[in-house]
Every structure is written in structure tokens, then in C-alpha cells.
């Protein structure tokens, strides 16, 4: 079953690459104390990924910030290096570029997308979610092939 709003997010880790390089984030540990936007995407270097749903964090950053937002996380189910050089090649440097290569902490949220036939594999399904010191205040879930309701520009219009 998919996490609800409600919930408190899945014990689990991720990964970003740190200043010696890559490094394991408890999630139970980030997220607490503070309120988190986190998006996900099927995929770095995709094509809705890279040219609309990423640009627009990185645009609206400030904005999210202004509403009081601590953190903006994007994760992929994509190892940390890629994530890291996505991060990099969009001028994502505030925004925390969270790596879930084996896409576990995608499964415990029940949020995983599978899309072998097209030879990608798992993936996480593309949201939005707002996290409240470790606890899902509000979930915009876009339905696979879809990108309207985690795009940064409603998300904004939501909070």
C-alpha cells in the first residue's frame, strides 16, 4: 500500500554524494525536525525529468523557501553518481539530490513504477510530497506517463 497523507515516512536511506564522496542519509534523521519537499522523478536525464520537472524546483526554489520550506529533495531511483552530475548539469546546487539506486526506500513508500517492458526497470512513480518532521502532510501523485500535479508551478500554487 502506498504512503498516505498522514503517515510517517518508512524508516529507510538514500544516498548524496557528500564532499568525500558518497554518503548514506537515515531518512528518520533528515527529515526530522524540519518541513521537507521532496519530488521524485522516473528518472535523471529523462526527458520530462531533465527539460520541465527538475528546471522547475531549481527556478522556484526561492519561493518554496519564502513558504517555508527547508529542504527540496529530489529523488530518482538512480544511482548517486548520475543523480549528482543531473544535479550539476541543471544548477541544482540547493536542492538535495537524493540517489535510490536499489529503489528501496521508493518500495517501502509504495510508490515504485515498473517499467521493464520498456527495459527501465523499477522506478519511482513522479510526485510531490510535503514532509512535516518525518510526517506526510500532502501527496500530489501524477499518474504514470503524466506530469501535471508535482510539477514545482502547483505544487507552489498548493502550499
Keep these: ?3 498516505q497523507i498522514g503517515d510517517m515516512l518508512p524508516n529507510g536511506q538514500f ?12 531518512v528518520t534523521e533528515f527529515f526530522s525536525g524540519k518541513k521537507v519537499l521532496m519530488f521524485a522523478v522516473p528518472g535523471a536525464f529523462t526527458p520530462t525529468c531533465s527539460a520541465s520537472h527538475l528546471p522547475g524546483y531549481v527556478v522556484h526554489f526561492d519561493a518554496f523557501k519564502e513558504k517555508g520550506i527547508d529542504e527540496v529533495v529530489c529523488l530518482s531511483v538512480n544511482d548517486v553518481f548520475v543523480m549528482h552530475a ?12 537524493a540517489a535510490d539506486g536499489l529503489a528501496e526506500f521508493t518500495h517501502s513508500l509504495g510508490l515504485e513504477l515498473d517499467i521493464s517492458a520498456a527495459k527501465m526497470g523499477i522506478r519511482s512513480l513522479r510526485y510531490a510530497m510535503l514532509v512535516d518532521h518525518g510526517i506526510v502532510q500532502k501527496l500530489w501523485l501524477d499518474e504514470p506517463g503524466e506530469y501535471k500535479v508535482s510539477s514545482a508551478e502547483y505544487v507552489l500554487t498548493q502550499l
Design 86 to 97: 543531473w544535479g550539476e548539469a541543471n544548477n541544482a546546487e540547493h536542492l538535495v539530490m
Design 1 to 3: 500500500m502506498a504512503v
Design 15 to 26: 544516498q548524496i554524494m557528500g564532499v568525500e564522496g558518497p554518503e548514506s542519509v537515515d
